[in-house]
């Protein structure tokens, strides 16, 4: 009797290795359907096991490396585009002085030196009438020269500035129409 109970067991355990490496096998079987071709097989060959594993165990710590540092370049390049939209973006403020008479103040990039004859052409074409218009470089860098500049329409304003800040830009116009034409122009969102 104890010879058909160690028969058993023996089976038992004949069984559970059995599903055991079935387990495995299906699991490596998983491991190299998540590797790269080339790491996980050379020319057809497939890798022994402990190889295998040490060919998984560097892959992932690669990608680990290869996310840390491509999580360092989007904070880089993050911070770099934050600081270029600021310099970059033009701000504009309307103030209402009463009697239908307004302020604009625009601070926009050198790169937006069209911005300040898009706006007086804006003002004009709704019915506005520019009373007075001028500019000024605003020197807050040290190293930025300070070369103050006043806008007429005679005036040449291609000068290259750091930042360019309009101020005492007085028109008439009628509100909702101009602040939905500096929008179309591309000021959307800005305390228009």
């Known amino acids: 009797m104890e010879s058909s109970h160690g028969t058993s067991t023996k089976l038992e355990r004949k069984t559970v290795e059995k599903k055991r490496r079935e387990q495995m096998k299906a699991l490596y079987a998983k491991l190299d359907s998540l590797l790269p071709s080339s790491t996980s097989s050379r020319e057809g060959a497939t890798l022994p096991r402990p190889d295998r594993l040490s060919e998984a165990a560097n892959y992932i ?35 209402n002085r009463g009697s239908n008479l307004y302020m604009i103040q625009i601070v926009s990039s050198p790169d937006d030196r069209a911005m300040f004859y898009e706006a007086v052409r804006a003002v004009e ?68």
Request: aromatic share 6%; with cysteine; hydrophobic share 25%.
């Open 61 to 95: 710590k690669g990608m680990q490396e290869k996310l840390e540092r491509m999580k360092e370049r989007k904070r880089q390049l993050m911070t770099r585009n934050e600081a270029a939209d600021n310099s970059k973006l033009p701000k504009i403020e309307v103030q």
């Open 125 to 192: 074409e709704e019915g506005g009438e520019v009373l007075n218009a001028s500019s000024r470089l605003r020197t807050e860098k040290p190293s930025t020269p300070s070369m103050p500049c006043s806008y007429t329409y005679k005036g040449n304003a291609n000068r290259i500035f750091d930042r360019l800040v309009v101020g005492d830009f007085k028109y008439r116009f009628e509100t909702g129409k101009l602040k939905e034409r500096l929008k179309d122009l591309g000021w959307q969102g800005r305390r228009v």
